[in-house]
Structures are given as structure tokens and as C-alpha cells.
């Protein structure tokens, strides 16, 4: 059941796709921010936290949600070999993909990744970062426990919450899987 699981990252065609802002210097992050803001509508899009109204709140809680991800993932037997994620979901997002406008999406394989390179949240890591029901981290195994106890059609589930505009939010903590991307 399991077997056919990928991750899928959505980078918008106008950005590095696997760069994490925050690996950069604050003072880099800043400027690629600046960059990026040109492409902010009047309509909220993904460049929208770029803005300078925007990115300082963006950028501070971004840095606090890695920073609480990171010291919670030892305790599940990963070994990160980034100090910084990269963001996945698993499976499809339909509405990640109208968020960063058809861009550049990635496709893992979840049987190729070491349990010890990936993490896993229920929702987005950042944007439940301060609600009182967030839950912690998980690693493969309690993903699969967790999918299992759910459902045996691991497709539908998926589907359901991508209907409810959800997802399973994967950390993947070593780039290595990227090469050739």
C-alpha cells in the first residue's frame, strides 16, 4: 500500500527551486525577498510574504517553525544532514499547485528515502505552528500506523484531503534525493 506514495514539491517557476530562504544569510534572505516581491499581485499569491509589509512576520515565524521542527526530530531517529528542510507534501495538493501557479513540481519516490531523512506534520508545519491543536512531528513509521488506522486506500484518503485543501506536509532533511532534479 504504501509502495506507490511519492512527495511532490511546488516551486513557482520564477524561483530557485530547492532553496530554502532561510539557509541564507539574514541579509540575503532579505534581498532575495526583495526580488521576489516584484512578483506579488494585487491577488494573494505565494509572493505575497515577500513583500516588505509581509516578510519580516514570514521570515521570523518561518525561522521559529524550523527551529521547533528541527529540535523535535532527533527523538523520532532522524538525522537530519540539512540544518533546514526542504518542504514536500505527500502525494498532490491541488491547491499547492494553483498557489505557486502551475509551477515546477518534484515527485519523490517516499520507498527511496531513508526513514531518518524525512519528517512528517499533519497540515502545513508553518501555518499551524501557533494554533493550540498542532501536532508534533512524525516519522514514516507513524505516518504508515497513522494512514493504516485511517483507511486500507491510502489514494482516497489523500484525495479527501486534498478536497478539504489539506495535506500531509513531508520535511525531507537531506538533499542528496535532489540530484539530477
Not at 532579505?30 to 513583500?51: M, N
Not at 521542527?69 to 499547492?96: A, H, M, R, T
Request: include cysteine; aromatic fraction near 16%.
Amino acid at each position: 500500500m504504501m509502495d506507490n506514495l511519492y512527495i511532490t514539491n511546488y516551486c513557482d517557476s520564477r524561483c530557485t527551486q530547492f532553496r530554502n530562504i532561510t539557509s541564507l544569510s539574514e541579509d540575503d534572505a532579505y534581498k532575495l525577498a526583495e526580488e521576489l516581491s516584484q512578483y506579488a499581485g494585487s491577488d494573494f499569491t505565494s509572493f505575497s510574504r515577500f513583500t516588505d509589509s509581509d516578510f519580516d512576520g514570514y521570515y521570523q515565524k518561518r525561522k521559529r517553525t524550523e527551529e521547533w521542527l528541527y529540535s523535535k526530530i532527533f527523538d523520532l531517529g532522524i538525522k537530519p544532514k540539512n540544518k533546514f528542510p526542504l518542504y514536500f507534501v505527500l502525494g498532490e495538493s491541488s491547491y499547492l499547485n494553483k498557489w505557486y501557479e502551475n509551477g515546477i513540481k518534484t515527485r519523490l519516490m517516499l520507498k527511496n528515502i531513508r526513514p531518518e531523512d524525512i519528517s512528517f506534520t499533519f497540515g502545513d508545519s508553518m501555518s499551524r505552528m501557533d494554533s493550540k491543536d498542532r501536532m508534533s512531528p512524525f516519522n514514516i513509521e507513524t505516518l504508515t500506523a497513522f494512514i493504516h488506522e485511517k483507511t486500507d486506500d491510502v489514494s482516497s484518503y489523500l484525495a479527501q484531503l486534498d478536497m478539504q485543501n489539506r495535506y500531509i506536509e513531508a520535511q525531507l532533511w537531506n538533499d542528496r534525493y535532489l540530484k539530477g532534479n
